[in-house]
Every structure is written in C-alpha cells, then in structure tokens.
C-alpha cells in the first residue's frame, strides 16, 4: 500500500518525466508540431495523465517558469526589512541559476526553438515586473505609479533573462556582477529628485 510520501515522490517522478519529455519534443520537433499524445508516448503515460498534470501544452511548456517566478514574488514580498529589492533578486536569481539542472537545460534549448513560447514567457514575467516595481518604489521613497521604477524593474527583468541564456561559468558569473552593479547604479540615479 502506498504511504502518503511515497506518492507524492511517485507524482513529482511522473510530473518531471511528462516536463522533460515535452522540453525534449518542444526543442526538437517544435512546440506547435507536438501533440499532448507525443508528449504522453514520450512519457510512457496516457494523454489524460499529461492532461491531469497540465491543463494545457502552454501550462506545460511555461510550468518551470511559473514556478521560478512565483518564487521570485514571494521573496520580493517576504524580504526581510533592510535589504534591498535588488539584493534579493540577485539573490533568488542566484539560487535559481545554481539549481539548474539538465531539465533548465532542456527549458532553454525549448525556449530557443520556439520564439512563440519565448515570447510567451514574457508575458509571465509581468506580474514579476509588478511586483518589482512595487519594491522598487518602496526602496526609491517614490509613488507606485511612478515611472521610474517600473523602468528599474523592467531592465532588471532582462538581466534574469539574459542571465538564464547565458552559459554557466566565470563569464556569467562576472556578467552577472556587472549587471547588478549597473542596475545599482541606475536605481540610485533615479532615485534623485526629478530634475537633478
């Protein structure tokens, strides 16, 4: 009889198998050429399996990304008093980049085959941009609607962008350094008054 645990490690197992086999199709095949039957052959489950794990192709293809950014917006909500938004971006990101495995591999090759899930993926970091901003207001000492810090928050979204594109190594990680000191160096000139 299966214990609790054992099947949630049977469902994570099964979840994981259905994600790399879609990651796999999506890169070689393309995403609109797949089918949730593919994905399930692929799988070795049935298509209602793929279906009860993922509502959609979408849901699938942009599963990962929605998990890494709620993350994110839930470090940005939970940060603890003193640090800054982009402290704890750089810091999120930098677990996020660590833990990539041969699955966030496979993600990226999807993404670099598939412009429309790429774009797609934009998409999902609005609400990452949102909630960006909200910090980075707080942090300036400026009003929520203010354009500056949806700028900020914007341009440090393509950072996390260009940064999971980008191989890992010295190169990145010294890229990365520099990204952040010039995003630092942005919010702090917005940060004055208008008309400085």
Do not use: C
Request: net charge negative; hydrophobic share 45%; proline share 4%.
């Amino acid at each position: 009889m299966d214990t609790p645990g054992l099947r949630e490690r049977n469902k994570a197992r099964r979840r994981e198998a259905i994600t790399r086999a879609a990651f796999r199709l999506f890169a070689e095949r393309g995403y609109a050429a797949t089918t949730i039957a593919d994905i399930a052959a692929e799988a070795e489950v049935s298509p209602r399996t793929v279906t009860l794990y993922f509502a959609t192709k979408q849901d699938l293809a942009l599963s990962r990304t929605a998990q890494s950014l709620t993350r994110l917006t839930t470090a940005l909500r939970e940060r603890p008093a003193g640090v800054s938004t982009l402290d704890e971006v750089a810091d999120w990101l930098g677990r996020e980049i660590t833990e990539a495995d041969e699955l966030g591999v496979l993600e990226q090759r999807m993404f670099d085959a598939n412009p429309e899930l790429a774009a797609l993926r934009g998409i999902h970091y609005t609400e990452a941009v949102s909630e960006g901003t909200a910090a980075l207001a707080r942090d300036m000492s400026v009003a929520a609607d203010d354009t500056r810090p949806r700028l900020a928050a914007a341009a440090t979204v393509a950072v996390i962008v260009e940064a999971y594109k980008t191989p890992a190594g010295e190169a990145r990680d010294q890229a990365l350094r520099s990204a952040f000191a010039f995003l630092t160096a942005g919010i702090t000139r917005l940060s004055e008054p208008t008309g400085s």
